[in-house]
T-cell receptor, first 111, second 117 residues
């Protein structure tokens, strides 16, 4: 079984809809991250969490929110989706030295 | 603040030829450095990492990278590429938490390696 799983893997939605992307991990790491990937821009950090009570904004947090339900679960929400949030979204976990382990990604399309 | 520059957005190369993917970084503190690979329609997979010690780091699939502190570089090399190496490669840097912001990764914009017959 994969160490980091993401659901759904693909999602098409309409402008204005609320969307939740879910991430679960079995690596036992405290640190979890959400990124978005856009062609030519690499990965940009949306939010990160170093433990259940710790949530931090990344470089592009506007329009997104997160919830850390447990050590193993970290969800990303788009409260009112817009077309420029169409992207590939990755969840990751890390150990104390920063090596990150990535999920398979969620491809989100906002029409 | 940290930053990573991957100057080459695309690198075409013939099979069995050598390849070098360039990565330069900037940071005010000591860093940890990583190369990740992303195959089509997949997530990111760690190729290799530099945390400390020897500046020449060997990774999976025959790749290696050399940490050069004076030139703030961490270039990725492979002496002979295969068709299956076609993928996007990302360089990333972490400060190891030394700047108080935790050990977040800062990624470069990626280099698409295309291996041709």
């Amino acid at each position: 079984d994969a160490d980091v799983t993401q659901t759904p893997r693909n999602r098409i939605t309409k402008t204005g809809k609320r969307i939740m992307l879910e991430c679960s991990q079995t690596k036992g790491h405290d640190r979890m991250y959400w990124y978005r990937q856009d062609p030519g821009l690499g990965l940009r950090l949306i939010y990160y969490s170093f433990d259940v009570k710790d949530i931090n904004k990344g470089e592009i947090s506007d329009g997104y929110s997160v919830s850390r339900q447990a050590q193993a679960k970290f969800s990303l929400s788009l409260e009112s989706a817009i077309p420029n949030q169409t992207a590939l979204y990755f969840c990751a976990t890390s150990d104390s030295r920063g090596e990150q382990f990535f999920g398979p990604g969620t491809r989100l399309t906002v029409l | 603040a940290q930053s990573v520059t991957q100057l080459d957005s695309q690198v075409p190369v013939f099979e069995e030829a050598p390849v070098e993917l360039r990565c330069n970084y900037s940071s005010s503190v000591s860093v940890y450095l990583f190369w990740y690979v992303q195959y089509p329609n997949q997530g990111l997979q760690l190729l290799l990492k530099y945390l400390s010690g020897s500046t020449l780091v060997k990774g999976i699939n025959g790749f290696e990278a050399e940490f050069n502190k004076s030139q703030t570089s961490f270039h990725l090399r492979k002496p002979s590429v295969h068709i299956s190496d076609t993928a996007e490669y990302f360089c990333a840097v972490s400060d190891g938490g030394l700047t108080g912001g935790g050990n977040k990764l800062t990624f470069g914009t990626g280099t698409q390696l295309k291996v041709e017959l």
